[in-house]
């Protein structure tokens, strides 16, 4: 592992390298590190900032909106003077002006059926941070067929979930928690339904810190766990996940092995 860094990088970094847990060492898993961030919105926004500035070497967005000025109640990586900007490209802008020393490889693109796969396998670790159950499976599909570990958040109104998924590793995945995605309008998105901004900062934030743990492979993975935070009564409470033995993704029995059938599905990518 390459622990050459330049007297700038130790200072940039001296407060992780300080960690016991995280040192030299830490530091250059995060540098060599390949993490895709689907959706530029209300949880990527923290994300992206928090992994640029946490020096993880190489981040891939993928986000096909432009920035909207219904957009900046939540989400910072973006700014009043870049609407109509793509989010992808805004967002990198953000992430440059914050560490200039990490690679930004913006996917200016709708994840579909097609592209998934081929995005996905070029990075070790993806986020989920999109605003639709459509995506958010094909992105859970997709990430257990390329044994990807996917940290998945998602916010509504007042409250957060967050969890690590790994079926590759004996983890449950996506489909294990939710086995089908509900039907078009029976769940509200947050265009629908309202989000209070500071919860998507919250959330992305939580989901950052756990890529970084994953990536440094500390402490307990949210693996096989499912974090539920009510923003209004300020209650986080974490409820088990096990591997459904009958799972159509992860089990002996699936069902699903490529991407086909979200080939039919035409549904908005958009962001929280
Ligand atoms: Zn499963």
Redesign the pocket.
Known sequence: MDLDFSEDEIRRYSRHILLADVGGIGQAKLKAAKVLVIGAGGLGSPLVLYLAAAGIGTIGIVDDDVVELSNLQRQVAHTTARIGVPKVASAAEAAHALNPGVTIEPHATRLTADNALDLIRRYDLVCDGTDNFATRFLVADAC?LARRTLVSAAVLRFEGQLSVFK?HEGG?????LYAEAPPPGAVPTCSEAGVLGAVTGVMGTLQATEVLKEILGIGESLCGRLLIWDALATRFRTVKLR??PH?A???PEATIHDLSAHRDVAAPVCAV
């Open positions: 257990a079926p449950p995945c996506y489909r294990c591997p459904d799972c993704l992860c089990s």
